[in-house]
């Protein structure tokens, strides 16, 4: 029977589990800093070890008892966890435990790296993290797809990440709710001018409902689904995704694209001469991920994708994929109803900046996307300073 936990039930679950010995002292505290559910760490005093017990609600926390939201995505985050987990289990917290009626998936403690968009407002750079997202992504994409595994048991996995609920949260608020005038947006009454040409630019229009119905119908890899850095736990040498509550279907550049606009919006937080790091990252992101989904591809068995000219069409339209569903990013973060603390977080000038600076970056990326280099995304935000 579902019950939301408090830290002393918490506390008794993990005994009743036996996640700790006999003797050990237990401490729990709720973490979560996330918009949708409750975050409980345990901690053995006597020892140090610990676990994380995440625990959907019925609604989402950020809006409150008005929005009820499916118990079923704690089912789908723990799957897409341990699904992720086959292929490239270094990236991901180990999962110890799940209970669809409680909603629950008990993981790893990944409490010695930091949440990276935290690392990246304080300017730290964490070298790896591009090489390791790469090749999370580019792993996690080709063993879910028709050339990476069987095509019959695709289809069965692709039922079981049905996810139209989740999925609905992204349609709304990253696909349409920004650019028509909807009253989940969030903006400084300053941008109210920016925010109507937004909804009167019908060649924009026209492109996000072409990303948006390839997000409704391409089902081509598993995806994350909310891959933005604050799912993201880094360290110098060390990265975990976190957070696949959305996973679902969909087309190959999404979560590529997601990861691309969040280091965009980190960047444009910056001073200009402090961008370079997340350029780079954004470079070597998709570097790795064509490098390691290239290499894979050579262990296919569909008999097309040896073809020449089969696996170039693929990672054209990843390309495309990403760079047009980075814009889509980018603008939602900046006027819908989930915001960044990269930028939320300047003083009201430069985030008025920076926020134009977004809204022009994110509708260059949309409508330039099919001829637009990933190496000129970093010109491009030159190029819409004004
Ligand atoms: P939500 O779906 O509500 O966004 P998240 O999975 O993103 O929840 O978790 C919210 C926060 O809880 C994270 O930002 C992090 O601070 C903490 N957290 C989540 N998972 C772990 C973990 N495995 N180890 C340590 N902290 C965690
Ligand atoms: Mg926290
Ligand atoms: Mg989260
Ligand atoms: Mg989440």
Redesign the pocket.
């Known amino acids: 029977m579902y019950e939301p936990l408090t830290e002393q039930k918490a506390i008794a679950l993990a005994v009743r589990l036996g996640l700790f010995g006999k003797d050990a002292l237990l401490s729990c505290q709720e973490?979560?800093?996330?918009?949708?559910?409750l975050?409980f760490?345990i901690v053995n005093e006597r020892t140090n070890d610990s676990i994380?017990i995440?625990q959907a609600l019925p609604y989402a926390?950020v809006v409150g008892e008005s929005w009820p939201l499916t118990l079923k995505r704690a089912t789908i985050e723990s799957q897409a966890l341990r699904t992720f987990a086959s292929y490239v289990p270094q990236y991901v917290?180990k999962v110890y435990y799940s209970d669809e009626s409680l909603a629950i998936t008990v993981?790893?403690?990944?409490?010695h790296l930091q949440?990276a968009r935290r690392g990246l407002i304080e300017g730290k750079t964490f070298p790896k993290l591009s090489e390791h997202i790469g090749e999370f992504i580019a792993k996690t994409a080709f063993y879910t797809s028709d050339f990476g595994m069987n095509q019959q048991q695709k289809k069965k996995l692709a039922q079981q990440f049905t996810n139209p609920e989740l999925c609905k949260i992204t349609e709304d608020l990253v696909f349409t709710d920004p650019f028509f005038d909807h009253d989940t947006n969030n903006f400084e009454a300053e941008l109210r001018a920016d925010v109507e040409q937004l909804g009167q630019d019908d060649v924009l229009k026209c492109e996000t409902a072409k990303l948006k119905r390839l997000f409704l119908t391409k089902a081509d890899v598993l995806l994350h689904g909310d891959l933005h850095t604050?799912?993201i736990?880094a360290s110098d040498d060390e990265t975990?995704v976190?957070?696949p509550?959305f996973a679902f279907y969909g087309p190959i550049g999404f979560d590529l694209g997601q990861f691309f606009a969040n280091l965009l919006l980190n960047a444009l937080a910056r001073d200009e001469r402090d961008r370079e790091p997340l350029f780079h990252h954004i470079e070597k992101t998709w570097n790795v991920f064509v490098r390691t989904f290239s290499e894979l591809w050579r262990e296919s068995d569909e008999p097309y994708a040896q073809i020449s000219g089969v696996l170039q069409d693929v990672l054209h339209d990843a390309k495309i994929e990403a760079i047009g569903f980075a814009g889509c990013e980018v603008i939602r973060r900046t006027i819908g109803l989930a915001h960044v603390a990269d930028v939320d977080e300047l003083p009201l000038e430069r985030r008025l900046d920076a926020k134009r600076h977004a809204l022009r970056l994110g509708r260059a990326l949309i409508v330039q996307r099919e001829q637009l280099p990933i190496q000129a995304i970093k010109q491009l935000v030159q190029q819409t300073v004004h």
């Open positions: 973490i979560g800093d996330g918009n949708l559910n975050v760490r994380i995440k926390k917290p993981m790893e403690d990944l409490s949440i604050g799912s736990f975990k976190i957070d509550e």
